[in-house]
């Protein structure tokens, strides 16, 4: 107690004396410069002498103003940029927090709670962790420890009692409910029917995505959501029941997709971010046989044509659905000469024109208002 009274004096007292007096000095030899420089002006004389001693009187009763005014206004502003009252008392109190990660967790996920006292008032405090009131076990002065989140809908309070040296009792509490929000990511670029995958997003191609939130009570048409592409807000701003958005794919090869939702009054209930790929368009080649249909392995780099003729599908993986179904450039080339298929463009027939041959085939399709939504390839055909 002793160490902290002497700990304010020194501030409230020394610290306030000695910027109180550099800033009187400062203030009284400009106001001298000025006087002087006035009565160099007015009188041609300069100050001191017996021509300026009316003067001389009227800066003494300068000097006790500026002193007095100076006081009453410096030492009020230094003690409240230093927290404390008119008696050296601090009024300013750094509140203690707890810090939740993830801030809004999951049914049954882990998570971390950190005591944030940076300002150090919990010095030599003991920490005693209680949810709903229990005591949770092992966590005893422990700054930081780690729990469940409970089920969904539930309210679980964790409280952090402090008592200070001087028996002095703090309790920051936080309430956990956990809640679920999905973020359904649809791709529109297309990929063929028997693909195992999903479908990825490209450069410039559309993205729908659907928020799910369960265990809040409030309807989703009644939450106000936020979407984000890395730092852009879609569609300029928060949108009232809108879980739903569609928006095109960025430059680079990953973005970042987040959302906040809150409710009517601006609270937020919950956050979610997915860092989300950006592939490039590719191309492969398919035999199509007239008894099995498709083949789902798709060509390697070379063609053997065994039969007499053929029907070779072109099939663009992750490319824009509108360029598939609408391409600006579909072109087939065989030995460097260019076809234009008529109906389906991505299906070409061959046949054999005599006994032995071996040619490039290649296709490419390709958007000519956003060039890199496209995609080219070629095998090489022999028989």
Request: hydrophobic share 45%.
């Amino acid at each position: 107690m002793i160490l902290r009274i002497c700990a304010l004096l020194y501030k409230s007292v020394l610290y306030n004396l000695l910027s109180f007096f550099t800033i009187l000095f400062y203030l009284d030899y400009t106001m001298l410069l000025i006087f002087n420089k006035c009565c160099v002006i007015l009188l041609d004389y300069p100050l001191g002498g017996s021509k300026t001693a009316g003067w001389s009187v009227i800066i003494v009763v300068m000097r006790i103003c500026l002193f007095t005014l100076l006081a009453l206004v410096w030492f009020p502003i230094v003690s409240f940029a230093q927290g404390l009252d008119a008696f050296g008392n601090e009024f300013i109190n750094v509140q203690t927090k707890l810090e939740v990660r993830p801030s809004y967790p999951n049914p049954g996920q882990v998570v971390q709670i950190t005591l944030d006292d940076y300002a150090g008032g919990s010095f030599g405090s003991a920490i005693n962790w209680f949810s709903n009131g229990e005591p949770i076990p092992n966590t005893n002065n422990q700054r930081n420890i780690s729990i469940f989140a409970g089920g969904l809908g539930s309210e679980t309070i964790i409280s952090a009692v402090l008592t200070n040296p001087d028996g002095r009792v703090e309790t920051i509490t936080h309430t956990l409910r956990p809640l679920y929000l999905d973020i359904i990511i649809e791709p529109q670029t297309h990929v063929p029917d028997f693909y195992v995958g999903r479908a990825l997003p490209s450069f410039n191609s559309t993205i729908v995505a659907t928020a799910l939130l369960a265990g809040i009570p409030d309807r989703p048409a009644d939450l106000v959501y936020t979407w984000r592409v890395e730092r852009e807000v879609l569609e300029g701003g928060a949108l009232r029941g809108q879980n739903k958005i569609s928006f095109t794919v960025p430059r680079g090869r990953s973005f970042v997709l987040s959302l906040e939702v809150a409710d009517a009054t601006g609270a937020v209930v919950a956050r979610r971010s997915l860092s989300l790929p950006s592939v490039d368009p590719q191309l492969r080649f398919y035999e199509v046989n007239d008894l099995y249909g498709v083949s789902q392995i798709p060509i390697s780099s070379s063609y053997r044509l065994v039969a007499n003729s053929v029907s070779i599908l072109a099939v663009p993986y992750n490319l824009d659905s509108q360029v598939f179904n609408n391409p600006d450039l579909s072109v087939w080339e065989v030995s460097g000469t260019e076809y234009q298929i008529p109906g389906n463009p991505y299906l070409i027939n061959l046949s054999k024109t005599g006994d032995t041959a071996l040619f490039d085939l290649s296709f490419h399709v390709r958007s000519l208002s956003s060039f890199l939504q496209g995609a080219e390839d070629s095998i090489r055909v022999s028989y």
